[in-house]
């Protein structure tokens, strides 16, 4: 076993030796730093087997010797550990070819990723381009459809319209042929009469003669004469009705009753329709108006929202560095103009942003599988290292087991010996011959039981020695796979490290945050200054919640006495109707139709009624009246909580806007220069310098969803300001009609206050003299019926 061990040119002694220890095994760890990727060394590594094909353990061992001088491992070893390091060498060449393929891997994939780059900006041109082109067709579709709808109602109008002419021409058809059926007989009687008149004058002899009647030629001069008879006077007019009157037809005058009904009907319905159309224009002329002013509106709140975007990605540093005069003195027209100038810079910058969000998804994606990767192998090593103590803890237990038995009979044997040696005599003065020649028969026992032990203990000694120095390459073992097992740890912390400030970065790209808050201590009063106004900001929140509830029982309160107040004026309407019945017999009574059915008693009955219902009415109105003043009362507490949540709004804007001014300045003073997420030449060591930490980006986001809810609450109170405003503006329209109203009535002290209660609710809007007018026939007749 000797020459199996090769003497190291140091002057080493041989691996087994008695002189000295034996020497412990120094393996290095299989990725080493000067080991190049592409070594010529590692092309020919593949060990065989200790012990098994045609190697034998002396030539395993020279070749394994003189593979690691190769690779520049020249630590010593023994034969036992042979397997243990032709395991690692072969790992070590799985490992760098691996890593060999890895890095042919990732060079293509980088030149992949160059080249979907590439292909990747006229690709989102051209879905910019398309998506212009959809929303434009979109629009002339829902203008075309807008005309063809506006032509199809033309074009039934028109058809309505040729339909009902038609039909009255038709009518009118029938009418004048019926006229002219009745003219043609009116004539022909006419003619009749005439040719009998002449026929009695002796002009025709008979006019009744079928066939030509001959004329003499006397006769036929004065008949000539009479056909060019000159008037020198005109005749007298005809007097109106003297001449006579056919009788209608009925059915003709059913039918002509029939249709002036329906024309009445139509004329009626054409009048509605007329109106109805022109209330659809308006609305139509009001909506195309909205309709275009919101697209003027969107497209400059996207204008505005591109360039708002642009900016909020520019660091603040760098967007307060850059030139230009200050915002309060530029005009809209400036403004516009820069809005226009800007919109291809944000979009560039839009597209720079996605393609660092897309990159960093990649580098997110591949962090995740190398996670995935070192922890399958960090499990398989802990496993093996797991399984390598059970069977070291076993081979430990089965060697305490044979040591304790080789113990035992240790002590046995001793005591065996103790015996015999016991057994010898002590006197050596009787050399008799038997015992001379008994001796050596009971000393070579002895001397053999003596070897014996002595052998075995050496023996247990040695493989005591052998068991130790095995613990010891386990214990070794158990440390390098300690070793391995920590570095994979520490890979796997900072995979995680890499991949949660990897997550940052993509939250911070996402949400667009333009300024980093920073985590030292001097920021520490900053954030709690923020907390601080955060909680302000909630409780105010809280605060103005229950105001807007407080204002919905209020609006709900209002609408149920709404609901009250039309149930009086309906029940005033109703009274209004018997005012006017009673009106209507007072007139009678006065035109003197009714003398005798006028019954006083009744209208007394009906008076007192009345009366009685208008003291009800009265004590409706005050409490109408109290009620009113109680909304206004409401009403102003409302507008005086809306100032104050105004003003602590605006107060706790401007704290957020300084809070946020002294981080800026902060990080500005911590770093002097730091790079902008838009720089071309930006690394992922600088993005992860500018993101936040956990703590920070929470406080920004509970301050963006504070303010977020802050102008949602905002809005909802400018709503119902406005609601307010116009109830108020109602009532108080109102209130100054009635007082008008009631100052017009004033000039009139001898109307009952009964009357004017009526005249107030009843007809508000009428004309105040003619009602006072009626009023005063009322009351005239009423002192009569008083007297009655």
């Known amino acids: 076993m000797a020459s199996l061990s090769p003497v190291r040119a140091t002057g080493a002694s041989p691996i087994r030796g008695h002189s000295s220890p034996p020497a412990r095994a120094r393996v290095a760890s299989p990725v080493r730093t000067n080991l190049a990727p592409h070594d010529p060394a590692l092309s020919a590594l593949n060990p065989p087997p200790t012990g098994t094909g045609t190697y034998s353990l002396d030539q395993t061992f020279r070749l394994i010797r003189h593979r690691l001088d190769l690779l520049e491992y020249r630590d010593d070893f023994d034969v036992a550990s042979l397997p243990l390091i032709s395991k690692l060498l072969a790992d070590l060449v799985k490992t760098t070819e691996s890593l060999r393929r890895a890095k042919t891997d990732r060079d293509r994939l980088e030149k992949d990723k160059r080249q979907s780059d590439e292909q990747l900006e ?29 032509r199809e109602k033309e074009t039934l109008k028109l058809v309505r319209k040729l339909e009902t002419e038609l039909a009255d021409a038709r009518f009118m058809n029938t009418q004048y042929l019926q006229k002219i059926s009745v003219e043609q007989q009116r004539a022909d009687r006419e003619r009749t009469k005439v040719e009998e008149l002449l026929a009695k004058m002796g002009y025709f002899e008979r006019p009744d003669a079928k066939g030509p009647v001959r004329v003499p030629a006397k006769r036929e001069k004065i008949f000539q004469r009479l056909q060019n008879i000159d008037l020198e006077t005109g005749l007298e007019p005809m007097k109106p009705g003297t001449g006579p009157l056919t009788q209608p037809e009925p059915v003709s005058a059913d039918i002509v009753a029939m249709h002036e009904a329906r024309v009445e009907a139509l004329e009626k319905d054409l009048r509605d329709v007329r109106m109805r159309n022109e209330d659809l224009e308006s609305e139509v002329e009001t909506l195309h108006s909205q309709l ?18 642009s900016q909020q990605l520019v660091h603040p540093v760098s967007r307060a560095r850059s030139p230009g005069p200050p915002s309060g003195t530029k005009t809209e027209v400036e403004m516009s103009t820069d809005t226009t100038l800007e919109l291809p810079a944000a979009r560039r910058r839009v597209a720079q942003l996605e393609t660092q969000v897309e990159y960093l998804q990649e580098h997110v994606e591949d962090l995740e599988k190398e996670l995935s990767t070192l922890s399958q192998s960090r499990l398989a090593s802990l496993s093996a290292a797991q399984a390598r103590t059970a069977e070291l803890e076993e081979d430990l237990a089965r060697e305490r087991e044979r040591t304790g038995a080789l113990l035992k009979n240790l ?32 000393q070579s026992p002895v001397g053999t039981l003596d070897k014996s032990p002595a052998a075995k203990i050496k023996e247990l000694e040695k493989k005591i020695k052998q068991l130790e120095k095995d613990l ?35 939250s911070r790209l996402l949400q667009e945050r ?10 520490r009063d900053i954030r709690r200054a923020a907390e601080e106004q955060l909680r302000r900001t909630e409780e105010e929140l809280e605060r103005m919640k229950s105001q807007v509830a407080s204002a919905d029982l209020l609006r709900v309160e209002l609408e149920a006495r709404s609901a009250a107040v039309r149930s009086l004026e309906n029940t005033v309407a109703e009274q209004e109707g018997r005012i006017r019945r009673l009106q209507e ?60 949540f105004a003003q602590k709004f605006e107060e706790a804007a401007e704290r957020i806007a300084e809070l946020q001014g002294k981080l800026e300045k902060e990080r500005s003073k911590r770093e002097p220069s730091p790079p902008t997420v838009g ?16 703590r920070e980006k929470e406080l920004v986001r509970q301050t963006d969803e504070a303010m977020t809810k802050s102008r949602d609450l905002a809005d909802l109170l400018r709503k119902e300001k406005e609601k307010s405003l116009v109830l108020e503006a109602s009532l108080n329209g109102r209130i100054k009609e009635l007082e008008i109203q009631r100052d017009g009535y004033d000039k009139f002290p ?15 809007r009428a004309d105040c003299a003619g009602n006072l007018t009626k009023l005063s026939r009322i009351s005239g007749h009423s002192d009569k019926s008083n007297q009655l």
């Open 292 to 309: 275009s002013g919101r697209d003027q509106e969107i497209q400059r709140l996207g204008a505005q929202l591109e360039v708002a975007q």
């Open 411 to 442: 002590n046995r044997l001793e005591g065996m010996v103790n015996e015999m040696q016991g057994l010898q005599p002590v006197d050596g003065k009787r050399p008799t011959q038997k015992p001379k020649q008994k001796m050596p028969v009971k």
């Open 122 to 150: 006229p690709l989102r041109q051209e879905i910019a381009r398309m998506t212009g082109e959809n929303n434009r067709l979109h629009v002339e579709l829902i203008k075309s459809a807008d005309t063809r709808d506006l």
């Open 472 to 506: 010891l390459e386990a214990q070794k073992h158990m440390e390098q796979m300690k070793g391995v097992t920590e570095a994979k740890d520490r890979d796997l912390l900072r995979l995680q490290t890499a991949l949660a400030q990897t997550n940052i970065e993509m």
């Open 514 to 523: 333009a300024a980093a808050v920073s985590g030292d201590g001097e920021s």
């Open 679 to 694: 720089d071309a030449g930006m690394t992922l060591s600088s993005l992860r310098a500018m993101l936040p930490g956990d």
């Open 750 to 764: 001898w109307i009952s206050s009964f009357e004017i209660f009526f005249l107030l609710i009843c007809h508000p």
């Open 585 to 644: 017999e007072v007139q009678r009574r006065e035109r003197g139709e009714s003398n005798a059915n006028f019954d006083a008693q009744k209208l007394q009955e009906e008076l007192l009624v009345i009366r009685r219902e208008r003291d009800d009415m009265l004590a409706a109105l005050q409490r109408f009246e109290g009620q009113i003043t109680e909304l206004h009362t409401h009403a102003e507490e409302i507008s005086s909580d809306r100032d104050n």
